[in-house]
């Protein structure tokens, strides 16, 4: 083969604007037995819910001795109003007393996917995407007739938003194993070792969780599927209550093997 064809196809190669593949996500492992963990379910853009939430959290947790940390469950965006101030908020340190661990949720992962390429702005849209770029000041109505062309309009809407929101969505680990408990946006597969588990099925699973959850080795701490209150079942406990719609974002506090639920 001569090094002309060659040549032209790395060069094509190069050029071409395919998106880069997801990365996986880091999984965690810690250690909670000395700490109070308080974690908090499906944000949605519930800014003022959050900040809510964290004042009865910080209220309680200072009737507590040694380390706090809060678990984030992920879904900090779309549906709610204020999907920007709340991952501004996110990417600012707790209050000094505390340490913070933000997981993925699959709303999150939409929309870096949405910003690096690989969904279409009509794929991220029904998940609730307009909430989250009004959020950002970006009226995706009114940039339609600006813009003649699908692949403008992308671009404008990638652009505005902050680079460091970009990289809070990129950085954002999607597990946590912490001994008896696992914390996990959606859930994990129950039949699967923990190494074996998929990123896919950790930030979106549902029937296969909740039908195997009598297999379940720990206890998951979990979101993502909405209910009307935080619930035990089995070794499962769901927080998201969603807060876009009810006004109740939820936390549970586990410390000394005991637990609490909070809720807005």
């Known amino acids: ?128 995407a307009n909430s989250t770029l009004l959020s950002y000041g970006i009226d995706v109505e009114r940039l339609r007739l600006i813009h003649r062309t699908p692949q403008m309009l992308d671009d404008t809407i990638r652009a505005s938003i902050p680079h460091r929101h970009k990289q809070f969505l990129r950085h954002l680990p999607i597990m946590i194993d912490a001994g008896s408990f696992l914390f996990a946006h959606a859930g994990i597969r129950p039949t699967l070792s923990l190494k074996d588990q998929k990123d896919d099925d950790l930030v ?7 039908e195997n959850a009598h297999l379940l080795r720990q206890w998951v701490v979990h979101g993502h599927t909405p209910i009307e209150t935080p619930r035990q079942e089995g070794r499962r406990f769901n927080l998201d209550t969603a807060a876009f719609s009810t006004g109740k974002l939820s936390a549970l506090r586990l410390w000394q093997k005991k637990g609490r639920v909070f809720s807005t």
């Open 204 to 210: 979106s699973i549902r029937s296969e969780f909740f």
């Open 1 to 128: 083969m001569s090094e002309e064809p060659v040549l032209k196809t790395l060069l094509r190669l190069l050029k071409s604007d395919k998106p880069a593949p997801r990365s996986a996500r880091r999984r965690l492992s810690i250690d909670i037995a000395d700490s109070a963990v308080y974690t908090i379910g499906d944000v949605h853009g519930c800014y003022d819910q959050l900040l809510e939430l964290e004042g009865m959290i910080t209220e309680d947790a200072a009737k507590l001795p040694g380390k706090k940390l809060i678990i984030m469950l992920g879904d900090y965006i779309d549906r709610g109003p204020a999907s920007a101030q709340v991952i501004e908020h996110l990417l600012h340190k707790p209050h000094a007393d505390f340490q913070r661990i933000c997981l993925t949720g699959n709303h999150d992962i939409a929309m870096l996917d949405y910003l690096e390429g690989r969904l279409s702005l009509s794929g991220w849209w029904h998940m609730g």
